[in-house]
């Protein structure tokens, strides 16, 4: 077969389609053209090589035929286990991957548009899904395709846009007296439970897989694997928390430090919102529990540095969002302001008497 500038046509004996070979970097690149006839295979290598010029010339990277075939379900993979690799996969991780792959996981990855994810996102935000769920799941696809360009395996990737977020930062809280109401209408399993995530502002997660081996003497230590971070941190015994701990000794079974009878609690959704309702609190989240405690801490006083170390938080941009001020707030600073300035000016008179006299 004939040869034209980088390109050239050839037959393979087992099939009955021409093939075509071409040149990118010192590349050869081989690929079937899907013709019997010479001239329409002719005019699918001059296409792929207008492409080869197109990348020569910077104006667009050249896909080539691995890079076409490959599926987005391999580049999940790869990220999954790049996420293995450095210890950062999560019960979450494979769950938002997974939605990733349900949609897209059998779709050429060459072949994905900015508007294809677009369009999904519209499918999710007309679910209900909120933007920052959205954005889980895209970050995930985001990251699937810039690891797999790192890796070589594709030479581009679709323009992937994020949500905005504004006015998302969830804002309940759960006070001591909604609290105690709460508490009351749980059952006796779960009591010790909710009042040690108020008390620790830990994930229910980290609660959840405490054993006995966590607990030496008045610290307990969370193992690495069960922190959200994959950091191992360790966690104070003092005041109503150590009577907690002490209380749970007394009505040990088993490794486990919260337990129903014994036995690993799997879900507690149902009996919380049970709870809340007739506490007359419909609408809290058991996550509102970490919320709550880590803004009494501020509000106490505490260093956030020291907060951060008790809740569990990596920046201290979660702490500025869960450390909503209200009115009362507000009116307590303004008054100790006008207090500081009373007492300063009363001190700056007493001065300037002292030096007519």
Sequence with gaps: MKTRGNGRIYSRPDTRFLWCAYFLRGEEHRQSTGESDEKKAQKFLDRKLMEVGADRIDARPFVSPHQERVKIDELCDALAENYRSRGKDSKQFISNL?????????????????????????E????????ATCNRYSQLLSQAFNL?????????????????????????FVSRTELERIVDNLPQYLQDLVLFAFLSSWRRGEILSLTWSDVEGDTIRLRAEHSKSRKARSLALEGELAELIARRQSQQQGPL?????????????????????MAGVPDRLFHDLRRSGVRDMIRAGVAPHVAMTISGH???????????????????????TADFRAAEQQEQRGVVSERVQ
């Design 124 to 131: 999710l935000r007309s679910q209900g899904y909120a933007c």
């Design 314 to 336: 990596e920046t201290d941009s979660m702490l500025k969002r869960y450390a909503i001020i209200s009115d009362t707030d507000q009116r307590a600073a303004l008054r100790r």
């Design 98 to 122: 997974a939605v990733v792959r349900k949609h897209f996981g059998q779709q050429r990855a060459a072949s994905l548009t900015a508007h294809n994810v677009t369009r999904w996102i519209n």
């Design 148 to 172: 797999a360009i790192r890796n070589r395996v594709l030479a581009t990737r679709p323009n992937i846009e994020r949500l905005s977020e504004t006015g998302n930062a969830r804002q309940g």
């Design 257 to 277: 430090v919260f337990h129903h009878g014994g036995h690993a609690i799997t879900d507690l959704r149902k009996a919380w919102v049970t709870a809340c309702r």
